[in-house]
T-cell receptor, first 113, second 113 residues
Framework: DQQVKQNSPSLSVQEGRISILNCDYT??????FLWYKKYPAEGPTFLIS???IKDKNEDGRFTVFLNKSAKHLSLHIVPSQPGDSAVYFC????????????WGLGTSLAVNP | DGGITQSPKYLFRKEGQNVTLSCEQN?????MYWYRQDPGQGLRLIYY???????QKGDIAEGYSVSREKKESFPLTVTSAQKNPTAFYLC????????????FGPGTRLTVL
């Protein structure tokens, strides 16, 4: 049973426009949410995170929004660039002593020039 | 130049053979992790270690073993008991818990013939 769901396997946007990647979760015990970006045949790289006590975190072109009542978060990339083309993973951390992340299946973003 | 390294990048083994994947980090991180990624899937946790000489099973530990004799090193052995060992294996490390940024190695693609 997927506790972290990325319902869109792929997304295609035009260069310069906004990319919105979505993530839904089921467990209200998650206390941190993280986004990672992954290129083929490489390890993921950390992008941005948000604590469950916040509703927005911004870092340059990347903004993550958290809606706790809807158990939904989204990553906005503005403006999108061709180099942003990658697979984006949403991950959630369970509060307490459980030292692990629960990962979504990823969304493949293609930014077209 | 700090980072996390995995070797080799590609590994081929015959069915029934044990194989050990290397993971080394010079980031002085306490926590280290092993993940497995299959096509179209998210990352699944195999084992993790919070400190030297201590490690815990993740979600899919069966058929795998690890050791953590040094802070810098966290090798993963894929044993013959692992039914479907062909996959992309990723090692990661972090300061403290996984809600902090995890730094990933480049990965090892293991193919069992």
């Amino acid at each position: 049973d997927q506790q972290v769901k990325q319902n869109s396997p792929s997304l295609s946007v035009q260069e310069g426009r906004i990319s919105i990647l979505n993530c839904d979760y089921t467990n209200s015990m998650f206390d941190y949410f993280l986004w990672y970006k992954k290129y083929p045949a490489e390890g993921p790289t950390f992008l941005i995170s948000i604590s469950s006590i916040k509703d927005k975190n911004e870092d340059g072109r990347f903004t993550v929004f958290l809606n706790k009542s809807a158990k939904h978060l989204s990553l906005h990339i503005v403006p999108s660039q061709p180099g942003d083309s990658a697979v984006y993973f949403c991950a959630a951390h369970m509060a307490g002593n459980n030292r692990k992340l629960i990962w979504g299946l990823g969304t493949s973003l293609a930014v077209n020039p | 130049d700090g980072g996390i390294t995995q070797s080799p990048k590609y590994l081929f083994r015959k069915e029934g053979q044990n194989v050990t994947l290397s993971c080394e980090q010079n980031l002085n991180h306490d926590a280290m992790y092993w993940y497995r990624q299959d096509p179209g899937q998210g990352l699944r946790l195999i084992y993790y270690s919070q400190i030297v000489n201590d490690f815990q099973k993740g979600d899919i530990a069966e058929g795998y073993s690890v050791s953590r004799e040094k802070k810098e090193s966290f090798p993963l052995t894929v044993t013959s008991a692992q039914k479907n060992p062909t996959a992309f294996y990723l090692c990661a490390s972090s300061i403290g818990g996984p809600y902090n940024e995890q730094f990933f190695g480049p990965g090892t693609r293991l193919t069992v013939l």
